[in-house]
């Protein structure tokens, strides 16, 4: 079974600034997708295919990657984006990460 | 519009088995897999098994073997998922979502989720 270790679990950011979330897997992987979950709700897809915007995302997403290692980044941080963020990987079993916290300062 | 309705919140008593519901529409049903999704504590995401509506086809998180069956009714979009022998380590939120080869299997539509507690 694949481990994603997501980095860093709690990220604080101000309002416009760029981040970055990392995704490391244990062995390699084909693509990552991922996903975000606002307190209360059901998880959303962000970036399929490690680089993919899904339907109705903001451009300021951005995924990239290969390998055991992948990002998910965010050019100009808003308020709307306090959210947990998720790795998922579907190339070998299927497996999330542990989750990153984002805080908006 | 894709929508995926799940059944209510359930309380169940340790031991008991229940069945969560989730009905599909705005899309072919059987053109798309299944997967199911349980949330602990608000925060980690294990995958429980996905089920292939057209034929029935199903495949299983290890973990969840002897825990979770999939099924499936094409005649009302509904996929089924039944949890046997419940425990307190059952208690979470269980989401069915669908996923789609043409995103590399990413799960681009979920339901709303439905809680599950076990307590006696």
């Known amino acids: 079974q694949i481990v994603l270790t997501q980095s860093p679990a709690i990220m604080s950011a101000s309002l416009g600034e760029e981040i970055t979330l990392t995704c490391s897997a244990s062995?390699?992987?084909?693509?990552m997708h991922w996903y975000q979950q606002k307190s209360g709700t059901s998880p959303k897809l962000l970036i399929y295919s490690t680089s993919n915007l899904a339907s109705g995302v903001p451009s300021r997403f951005s995924g990239s990657g290969s390998g055991t290692f992948y990002s998910l980044t965010i050019s100009s941080v808003e308020a709307e984006d306090a959210a947990d963020y998720y790795c998922?990987?579907?190339?070998?079993?299927?497996?999330f990460g542990g989750g990153t916290k984002l805080e908006i300062k | 519009e894709v929508q995926l309705q799940q059944s209510g919140p359930e309380l169940v008593k340790p031991g008991a088995s229940m069945k969560i519901s989730c009905k599909a529409s705005g899309y072919s049903f059987t053109g798309y897999t299944m997967n199911w999704v349980k949330q602990s504590h608000g925060k980690n995401l294990e995958w429980i098994g996905l089920?292939?509506?057209?034929?029935?086809?199903?495949s299983y998180n290890q973990k969840f073997k002897g825990k979770a069956t999939l099924t499936v009714d094409k005649s009302s979009s509904t996929a089924y998922m039944e949890l046997l022998s419940l425990t307190s380590e059952d208690s979470a939120v269980y989401y069915c979502a669908r996923s789609v080869v043409a995103k590399g299997y990413a799960m681009d539509y979920w339901g709303q989720g439905t809680s599950v507690t076990v307590s006696s």
């Open positions: 062995s390699s992987v084909s693509y």
């Open positions: 089920i292939n509506p057209y034929n029935g086809g199903t």
């Open positions: 998922h990987q579907w190339s070998s079993y299927r497996t």
